[in-house]
């Protein structure tokens, strides 16, 4: 074997790479295990020779590591020019996320009842039978104490079926004046259909003060229907009934759908129900201490649900818990 000619040989290979793969093949065919020179080295029987073969292995060797430095370091300039990020360049093809419609709702009934000067208070989803029926003057018998149409935890513990045991607590809480609202969901054993979920939302709002009457009440309700519906909604009270109030009034605003001519969403009343609401019951403010000679107030719990159906002509209330963006992202 010539060493000199393959030194120049490995030299000018080395030299002549052009690529990280390359410098390495080359790497392989003149120092690998295979190669000319480490067959040459294991077979070498005199110092000389060695010598020699050992000076040739070491100046090819620095001389592939030099090379395949160099062009390890054009490679990554390379890299760094064409794959440059420009940080400056605005992002396209992100949707920006959005509220819920009944979070929107909810934020909405809540800015309104702040500009009226309520504060809005936490309620408890789960809540004592004390609270959810006892301090509302239901009776013994009442069928919303039944675990037919309840969900109950055990015998004094239910997940509440209104937002109005919120009301008892709050006035337990503080002496009159009390202007209140809190919303949250409520739990019921209902099996799901267009109208129908078994946990759905409340805003419930409570007025406790000296003089208070039932002119208050529709007061602050039509300015509460037409924030949320607008200026010319048609709204109407009914007389009702309801354990904790008396007397008792249900709030319809006009069909969206057939404008209050009658149609199946509205089973030919031309109305929807939003809700309820009334004078607390006397009965209701002795339970926490208030003296009903010297304070009266009012109180109402509308579904939030309710009002996203007839505001935005929600076809079917399981819509809003089926989390389908194409549905969502229309609010
Ligand atoms: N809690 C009633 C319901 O879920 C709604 C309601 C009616 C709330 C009258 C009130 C009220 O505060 O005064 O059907």
Redesign the pocket.
Known sequence: MDAEALEREGLAAAAAATTSEEIESVRVEYLGRKSVLKQALREVRDRETGMTLNAVRVRLEEAIDAREAELARAELDERLTTERVDVTLPVGGYERGRLHLITQIRREVEDVFLGLGYTVVDGREVELTHYNFDG?NFPPAHPARSSLASLFVDDEVVLR????PS?IRAMEGQQPPVYICTLGR?YRRDTPDATHSPIFH?V???AVDEGITLADLKGTLRHLLRQLFGEDVDARFVT?F?P??EP???AYVSCFVCKGAGCRLCKYEGWIEI??????DPNVLRFVGYDPDRVSG??????LERIAIVRHGVPDIRMLWEDDLRVLGQF
């Open positions: 509302l079926t209104e937002t109005s009301q409520v409340q419930e709002g409570l009702d309801f904790f109030t008792s009034l249900g809700g309820g609401s009334g004078m607390v009012f109180a109402f719990g509308w579904g």
